[in-house]
């Protein structure tokens, strides 16, 4: 994020990737998504993060993974205050 500022930016994406049978946003990747939204606070960086599926292949498409994509996505809002914005889709490629 320092050299992100330094570089005169004032925007930062990131992408938190859901995985089939997440309901919570798993220790490792909240740390850092949680790691980078304070840095961003810190700096006066705007972070917008993605939330995403992986691939054709994990698309959401039964309504239990999509209920688990939702609650993956309200977690992560839930537990990262520090974003405000979010894009949040699948992907069907």
Do not use: C, H
Not at 13 to 29: F, L, N, Y
Not at 40 to 57: C, E, K, P, Y
Not at 69 to 93: C, L, N
């Amino acid at each position: 994020m320092q050299l992100a500022k330094a570089a005169g930016f004032d925007t930062i994406r990131i992408t938190a990737i859901w995985e089939p049978g997440q309901s919570a946003v798993p220790a490792d990747q909240l740390q850092a998504l949680q790691s980078i939204a304070a840095a961003g606070d810190f700096l006066g960086i705007r972070v917008v993060a993605t939330v995403m599926n992986f691939g054709s292949r994990t698309t959401p498409l039964t309504a239990t993974s999509r209920s688990q994509f939702a609650r993956f996505a309200a977690d992560m809002v839930k537990r990262v205050p520090g974003i405000r914005e979010y894009i949040v889709g699948t992907s069907r490629t």
